[in-house]
């Protein structure tokens, strides 16, 4: 058990729909990071937030959104979905200062029909 | 630019040693990982060794850094079916964000 956790284990929707995925990260850990994983594309990092504020953006689709609440649990917001954004969403966290490893989820498998 | 690269299948027998291998491409790498992911779970943190370290042994686990050919590698010794996941090798460098660059991962099948 990473201590990392996510919730909903699973989600289906369809096309064109708005979606929540929602992350509590490790106890102390100020850092959370998303990632999507698919099976062309791997696991690519979207986007991380530190105590509140966005940290680093990667390859984050402008549908996309999140946010870090004043008690550390994150968000990930999925709006006007498409087919190609069926894949498992990960939160990982990581402790205070730079390089410190990361311990990730279990993940959000969206499926969209 | 960061790239890590992995073979994408390894297949051994239960009892032998898994030797799992990485390249990179940025030589201002600073930490290197290995996680293991399990079917419907997220990513484990194995290990990690930092870029001024050859070598880093944990039970089971040898990690080899070699950082003139930029090659990482993970033997697990004594491999058991419990050890047939997908493994990610990572790797963050210097001056950066320090958010990690993973490889594809190496699907290990451990059979009888």
């Known amino acids: 058990d990473s201590g990392v956790t996510q919730t909903p284990k699973h989600l289906i929707t369809a096309t064109g729909q708005r979606v929540t995925l929602r992350c509590s990260p490790r106890s102390g850990d100020l850092s959370v990071y998303w990632y999507q994983q698919s099976l062309d594309q791997g696991l690519q990092f979207l986007i991380q937030y530190y105590n509140g504020e966005e940290r680093a953006k990667g390859n984050i689709l402008e549908r996309f959104s999140a946010q870090q609440f004043p008690d550390l649990h994150s968000e990930l917001n999925l709006s006007s979905l498409e087919l190609g954004d069926s894949a498992l969403y990960f939160c990982?966290?990581?402790?205070?200062?730079?390089?410190?490893?990361?311990?990730f989820g279990d993940g959000t498998r969206l499926s969209i029909l | 630019g960061e790239d890590v690269e992995q073979s994408l299948f390894l297949s051994v027998r239960e009892g032998d040693s898994s030797v799992i291998n990485c390249t990179y491409t940025d030589s201002s790498s600073t930490y290197l990982y290995w996680y293991k992911q399990e079917p419907g779970a997220g990513l484990q943190l194995l290990t990690y060794?930092?870029?001024?370290?050859d070598m880093k042994q944990d039970q089971r686990l040898t990690v080899l850094l070699n950082k003139k050919d930029k090659h990482l590698s993970l033997r697990i010794a004594d491999t058991q079916t419990g050890d047939s996941a997908i493994y990610f090798c990572a790797e963050t460098v210097a001056g950066g964000s320090y958010i990690p660059t993973f490889g594809r991962g190496t699907s290990l099948i451990v059979h009888p």
């Open positions: 990982a966290s990581s402790a205070q200062g730079d390089n410190q490893p990361q311990h």
């Open positions: 060794i930092f870029s001024n370290m």
